[in-house]
């Protein structure tokens, strides 16, 4: 079934219709998104239940150029009536006196545009709206009680699951094109202590589609349970440097932290990125090739067009070892001369447009997992990432996993370390792969920010890889 | 709201927080010294949070959920959305609490130095404070983000609330780069309630040094422990595990510890004793109760548990609303005392971490000075990867005062043998 487009957005179109016509009248260029998002979240633990809404936003917001500057204004309401003052508005916005004295103000030529009229929608199996909260909440306090059941010394368990569906209006002169999307995601999480310690375990699952996901996460509550209460028994990391193996989801940390915002071009406009330096050069093991972009696959970051009408990418960032390109977002585009590649994201229309990261993965290889771990004399397998941070410039790293299992002699000791830094200079990092596994799993539970803000759903991931890395 | 409250009546909905947030939002966007883009964002967001008391197997529940308003609703779709809320609450199992009662009280305006002033006219202040010490060639702001805010909020509750103020705020970003002797960037971020040009100039007096400083940290410091300096931001992020862990939630699902009169430094202490309090920096909680500071902690020991109405509830302790900032008296000992032993001065990291349900904390260093031998060496690379149960008896807190959104004290604190992964 494809997801139906939003009944507001539809209203609104002939008045949206208008308001563009008025925009174009008047500025060099204008573009208007539209945004109608509703959800909910279901969250289940030992002594609470929460069943609330998502992010549930509605709103517009114009971009125009004229006199080479842009301005954007973003507004909630839009009646009849309304469109001399939005005009208004905007001409106030290009003559605010903001600069200090002094400063100049960057000036843009017009994108060029091609005809684009587009519609589509993704698909799901169970539609959210067929089950009733009282089903859901039911589904998830049966892989609560199962969990809490499971061991005596697990503290809580968790279950929870969200779905979102949002449908996007974009038009400008040359464009009219609509899409609607929905994505569901699912955690399980345990919690223990010891000696004051809370330690935790997750596994999330997420996808395109409805609530089909229900049935993924029964299957993660017992491996959610034997990690936490394994890693009660945890010890401090011993910092050095090791040999070792990434699953898929740490893979995904590094992929996504490490190198992807590295390539995000807004940092190229800024000089704030050291890949330029490295087009056409050897950033990785030529075992590497990675992947950006909205329809590169199908997870929780996929659409049709990003957020300034720009149809979706499958970009080639890394080609066997060598840095290609870059994704990038419009504005960054028309300042650095290149193309656009679907990557301009809001977190919601009232937010600014950056080049952000969509789907982000590496392609798998031929190795198989078995004999990757037997190949590691000693070594860790690191698992449960938790959180990282980029540094485009520098190319420094910094991911955190919960769990690092030690491996000797290309066996599993049994023998854990929690929690865990990894840090090193990314180029090192991605040269140092010397496998990977068969097969690419993405997961997109997480949201992305822009420094610290600026939250956009991603999802990442690739296969098993091998590789040298610092710990601490 | 009258639209709101005559869909509840319709429901039959008698217990309800209905928040209204209505924000003006100014923002520019720098790239080098050039203005790239400005934006207005005039958004507004209306919510219903709608409570439903019934029985579960002989035990009183009272369960709720929200709806929010959205732009542009009709009456149907309104009452569709409240009567959502409405039916999903009686499966929101949770154990009934009492909702607090609510002050009426006329609308607080926003009394401070940016409400005499236009959005613009104190955007323009801000960007000419944030330049002003942009002059030196070596090193530079690269780009910056300032975002200027008048937030209007507004709460009515079933309970007798009917509250309301105006707060305007400024917030943002900028980054600073040093192409030599190594092509070096560092980020930042400042927060103010009130103008403060003279702050904002410091911090970023500041922050050009130490970015001119990391242009020269090669090497990594050596793995081993340390004694750690800690200042600015990771001070008020390592502090937060106290307010986060004496957190009635945390408390009653048994994630902290924590107890009212407990040592939560431990029983060993040779270090300082941490003193600190709650402060408020809403002028009402969520249900319209007026907030006010409060102490956390005396000595080390636990003075106040703070949280929402239910789980101060089931603990037996005052809802006290949420609180988010600390205050901390300064220390004895000046930061040039607190660096002359041997000890890593780190003033930078990636993304600096406080865990407080397992109270490590730790990240990647970006620029950290190694006093060593008479000598300060600047580094940078490797992580910090720290207990603050291990560390927490062997604190040192800084004479000097720092000051952000959500803390007000010491500068810095030094900790003792903090591990360190590095070279080697």
């Not at chain 1, 865990?420 to 990977?436: E, F, H, N, W």
């Not at chain 2, 009272?62 to 009567?83: F, K, N, Q, W």
Request: net charge negative; glycine share 8%.
């Amino acid at each position: 079934m494809k997801v139906q487009e939003s009944a507001f957005i539809a209203e609104k179109r002939p008045l949206l219709l208008k308001l563009r016509d008025a925009l174009c009248g008047q500025f060099d260029h204008a573009s208007i998104l539209a945004e109608d998002t509703v959800g909910r979240v279901y969250r289940v633990s030992r002594h609470s239940v929460n069943v609330g809404e998502g992010d549930n936003v509605r709103g517009f917001v114009v971009k125009v150029l004229d006199g080479g500057r842009y301005a954007e204004y973003s507004f909630s309401e839009l009646e009849e009536g309304s469109i001399p003052g939005i005009v208004a508005a905007v001409r106030e916005l290009l003559a605010a006196d903001v600069r200090p004295e002094g400063l100049a103000a960057n000036t843009y030529a017009p994108p060029a545009e091609d005809p684009t009229v587009f519609s589509d929608a993704t698909e799901y199996e169970i539609d959210p709206a067929a089950m009733s909260d009282e089903q859901i909440v039911d589904r998830l306090t049966a892989l609560r009680d199962k969990g809490l059941a499971m061991d005596e010394s697990v503290l809580d368990f968790v279950a929870m699951m969200s779905w979102q569906k949002y449908t996007k209006l974009f038009l400008s002169r040359e464009k009219d094109m609509t899409q609607s999307v929905m994505y569901t995601t699912g955690t399980v999480a345990a919690a223990a202590m010891k000696d004051q310690q809370v330690k935790q375990s997750y596994m999330p699952c997420s996808g395109l589609g409805g609530m089909e996901l229900l049935a993924k996460m029964e299957d993660n509550v017992a491996p959610c349970v034997k990690t936490v209460v394994e890693l009660l028994d945890s010890e401090p990391m011993i910092p050095g440097e090791y040999e070792c193996i990434c699953d898929p989801e740490t893979t995904g940390m590094i992929v996504h932290e490490a190198f992807g915002h590295g390539v995000e071009m807004d940092m190229f406009v800024k000089d704030r990125a050291q890949a330029p330096q490295f087009i056409g050069k050897y950033v990785a093991s030529p075992l590497v090739t990675m992947h950006d972009g909205a329809c590169s696959a199908k997870q929780t970051a996929t659409y049709f067009f990003d957020d300034e009408g720009t149809l979706a990418h499958d970009t080639v960032v890394i080609d066997k070892g060598i840095l290609r390109t870059g994704i990038s977002d419009l504005q960054s585009a028309l300042a650095l001369g290149t193309e656009p590649t679907g990557n301009g994201r809001r977190e919601s229309f009232a937010r600014k447009a950056y080049t952000r990261m969509t789907n982000t993965w590496f392609e798998p290889g031929t190795d198989k997992l078995e004999d990757m771990i037997a190949s590691v004399k000693y070594g860790m397998y690191l698992e449960c990432p938790s959180s990282g941070m980029e540094d485009p410039k520098n190319w420094g790293i910094q991911c955190m996993v919960n769990i690092a299992r030690e491996i000797r002699d290309g066996k599993l000791t049994g023998r854990i370390f929690s929690p865990v830094v990894l840090t090193g200079y990314v180029p090192d990092l991605l040269k140092s792969i010397s496998a990977m596994s068969g097969s690419a799993e993405l997961s997109g539970t997480g949201f992305c920010g822009k420094g610290h803000k600026e939250w956009v759903k991603v999802s990442d991931g690739g296969p098993y890889i091998k590789a040298r890395i610092r710990l601490g | 709201m009258e639209e709101i409250i005559s869909a509840l009546r319709e429901l039959g909905v008698e217990q309800y927080v209905i928040t209204e947030n209505h924000t003006d939002s100014l923002e520019s966007f720098y790239v080098k010294k050039n203005l790239d883009l400005t934006r207005r964002a005039d958004t507004a967001v209306r919510s219903v949070r709608v409570f439903r008391p019934f029985e579960k197997d002989g035990v009183k529940m009272l369960g709720d959920s929200e709806a929010t308003v959205r732009p542009g609703m009709s009456a149907e779709e309104l009452r569709g959305a409240i009567g959502r809320a409405w039916y999903a609450a009686q499966f929101v199992a949770n154990p009934w609490y009492p909702l607090p009662a609510g002050v009426k009280e006329p609308r607080r305006p926003d009394k401070g130095g940016f409400a005499g002033k236009s959005l613009a006219e104190s955007m323009k202040d801000v960007a000419q404070a944030l330049f002003a010490e942009d002059t030196a060639q070596d090193v530079f702001l690269n780009s910056a983000e300032i975002f200027m805010r008048r937030i209007e909020t507004r709460i009515v509750t079933s309970q007798g609330a009917d509250v309301s103020w105006e707060q305007y705020e400024v917030w943002g970003e900028y980054v600073c780069q040093c192409p030599a002797p190594q092509d070096v960037e560092t980020y930042h971020q400042f927060s103010y309630r009130e103008p403060a040009a003279e702050a904002l100039r410091a911090d970023v007096r500041h922050a050009l040094e130490m970015t001119k400083a990391r242009a020269r940290a090669t090497a990594a410091p050596k793995t081993g422990a340390y004694a750690l300096v800690l200042d600015r931001e990771q001070m008020a992020e390592l502090l937060s595990y106290y307010v986060s862990r004496s957190n009635s939630g945390m408390i009653y699902q048994k994630y902290s510890p924590f107890s009212l009169g407990d040592p939560v430094q431990g029983e060993s202490v040779s270090g300082d004793r941490l003193t600190a309090s709650l402060k408020a920096t809403e002028p009402y909680t969520d249900f319209g109760v007026p907030m006010a500071d409060r102490p956390l902690l005396e000595k080390g020991v636990l003075k106040t548990i703070h949280g929402g109405a239910r789980f101060g509830h089931y603990l037996g302790v005052e809802p006290t609303g949420n609180y988010r900032a600390v205050t901390v008296p300064v220390g004895d000992t000046p930061m040039e005392a607190l660096t002359a032993e041997p000890c890593l001065h780190a003033v930078s990291f990636s993304d600096f971490q406080m865990d407080p349900l397992s109270g490590h904390f730790g990240g990647e260093i970006r620029l950290a000075f190694l006093h060593e031998n008479g000598k300060v060496t600047p580094v940078t690379g490797g992580s910090v990867n720290g207990s603050i149960l291990d560390a927490q008896g062997h604190m040192t807190f800084s004479k000097e005062r720092f000051r952000i959104k959500n803390y007000d004290g010491p500068l810095a604190v030094r900790l003792e043998g903090i591990n360190v992964a590095g070279e080697g």
